[in-house]
C-alpha cells in the first residue's frame, strides 16, 4: 500500500467514493452551467428543486418506497430524530406509551429521549453488555403502545438485526443510520425509518425520513415547528432553508448506489466485505477478538481487541500507531465501546470498496515486520 494513500476507515462521517467527490469538486464553482455552486443556490431555485426531486426519486427506486410513504430531509441528524419520533408519534394512542429495544448505546440513547414525552417501556431484561440481541421470546410488548422502536445496527457497539422485529400490528420503528441501503428492505412493514446520512449515503448535516403517511398529523403541542412531520411534508421539507450541499452530495452518492448494482450489489459487497475482517479476526489465534455474539455481529460496523480478549493497551496502542503510519486512519474504537478506548474498530460502509478493506488484512503482518507489534 502506498504510504501517501489515506484509507479512511471512520464510523461517520465515513468515506466517500472518489468518483463523488469527484463529480463534486468539478460542480463546486459551477453546478450545471448555472454560473455559481450548491453551496450558494437557493432552496427554491428550479436547480435545486432538480437536486430534491432526483434525490427523493432514486431513494423511491432503490428501496422500493410504497406511494403512501413521504420522504423528508431533515436537520439535526439521526439524533434529532431521537426528539422527533416520540415528539410526532408517541401521541398516537391515548396512554402516550412506546416500546424500546435497548440494544446499545444509540438506542439507549433514543429511549432516555422520548421519557421526556411519554412513558417508555423496554421490551426485554436489561443488557449487561451490548453484545447480543435479547431473543425476541423474552420481549414483552406493550398493548396499546403508540410504537416500537429500534436501532437495526448499533454502529459503536457493532450489533446488527438480521431480521425485522414482530410487533403484532403496533408500528415499528428503525433507525438505520448505519445500514441504510446496505440491504433490500420491505419498507411497508415499517411505519418510520430515519437514517443520518452521513454513514452510508453522503455527507453530515442531513436525515432521511420516510413515514406512512396516515402517521403525519399527531405531533405533541411541544413539538418545534422544524421537527413537526406535518410540517416538513406540506412543504417538501423547505419549510426552513435545507442542507443543500449534503443533500446533493446524497444524489451523488445514490447514483452511485445505483450503478453499482443497486441495494442488491451493496449487500453482496457487504457481506463480502465483514467476512473478510471476521475471517483475519477468527484465524487470529485470539491476537484479535471480538465481544460480539456470532449471531448478531454486524455487517457494517466491526469493533475488535488487540492482544487478549479484554485487550491489551501497549498492543493496542502500538496497532493503531502503526496503522496510522500505513495511512489508515480512524481505526480506534469509539469512546463508548465495549470496555476500554484503545478498542480497534473497523467501518464497512457502503461506500468504501472491498479492494480498500483487503488491506487491514495485511495490517498485522506489516506492523509486526516493522516492529511495532
Not at 455552486?37 to 432526483?54: A, G, P, Q
Not at 451493496?266 to 467476512?275: A, F, G, Q, V
Not at 469493533?303 to 489508515?328: C, I, N, Y
Amino acid at each position: 500500500m502506498d504510504k501517501k494513500q489515506t484509507i479512511h476507515f471512520g464510523a461517520g462521517p465515513a468515506k466517500l467514493p472518489q468518483s463523488v467527490l469527484f463529480q463534486a469538486q468539478k460542480e463546486l464553482l459551477d453546478y450545471n452551467g448555472s454560473g455559481i455552486s450548491v453551496l450558494e443556490m437557493s432552496h427554491r431555485s428550479s436547480d435545486f428543486t432538480k437536486i430534491m426531486n432526483t434525490t427523493e426519486n432514486l431513494l423511491r427506486e432503490l428501496l422500493s418506497i410504497p406511494d403512501n410513504y413521504k420522504v423528508l430531509f431533515l436537520q439535526g441528524g439521526g439524533t434529532g430524530q431521537f426528539s422527533a419520533v416520540p415528539l410526532n408519534l408517541i401521541g398516537i394512542k391515548e396512554d402516550r406509551c412506546a416500546d424500546y429495544l435497548v440494544t446499545g448505546t444509540w438506542s439507549s440513547n433514543a429511549a432516555k429521549e422520548a421519557e421526556k414525552y411519554g412513558k417508555v417501556n423496554v421490551v426485554h431484561p436489561k443488557l449487561d453488555t451490548y453484545t447480543k440481541i435479547p431473543d425476541p421470546s423474552s420481549w414483552s410488548l406493550t398493548p396499546g403502545s403508540s410504537y416500537v422502536y429500534y436501532c437495526c445496527n448499533e454502529t459503536v457497539h457493532g450489533v446488527e438485526y438480521n431480521f425485522t422485529p414482530e410487533t403484532h400490528g403496533a408500528v415499528l420503528v428503525s433507525d438505520m443510520s448505519s445500514n441504510f441501503l446496505s440491504r433490500p428492505v420491505d419498507v411497508s412493514k415499517f411505519g418510520l425509518i430515519f437514517a443520518g446520512a452521513q454513514k452510508n449515503v453522503g455527507c453530515a448535516g442531513v436525515a432521511v425520513v420516510i413515514v406512512r403517511e396516515d402517521l403525519i398529523g399527531h405531533a405533541l403541542t411541544e413539538c418545534p415547528i422544524v421537527l413537526n412531520y406535518q410540517v416538513q411534508a406540506q412543504n417538501n421539507s423547505l419549510y426552513n432553508t435545507p442542507a443543500c450541499f449534503s443533500i446533493y452530495i446524497m444524489s451523488l452518492v445514490l447514483e452511485w448506489i445505483k450503478n453499482n448494482g443497486g441495494v442488491d450489489g451493496m449487500e453482496t459487497l457487504n457481506k463480502k466485505k465483514s467476512s473478510m475482517i471476521y475471517d483475519i479476526i477468527n484465524s487470529s489465534n485470539h491476537f484479535y477478538t471480538c465481544p460480539v455474539d456470532v449471531a448478531c455481529r454486524s455487517r457494517m460496523n466491526v469493533p475488535f481487541r488487540v492482544g487478549k480478549k479484554q485487550g491489551d493497551e501497549t498492543l493496542e496502542k502500538d496497532f493503531l500507531d502503526g496503522a496510522s503510519k500505513l495511512g489508515m486512519i480512524s481505526l480506534k474504537g469509539h469512546r463508548y465501546t465495549h470496555t476500554h478506548t484503545q478498542s480497534g474498530f473497523v467501518a464497512c460502509y457502503v461506500t468504501i470498496s472491498g479492494d480498500v478493506l483487503e488491506n487491514p488484512s495485511a495490517v498485522r503482518n506489516r506492523i509486526c515486520n516493522k516492529g511495532f507489534v
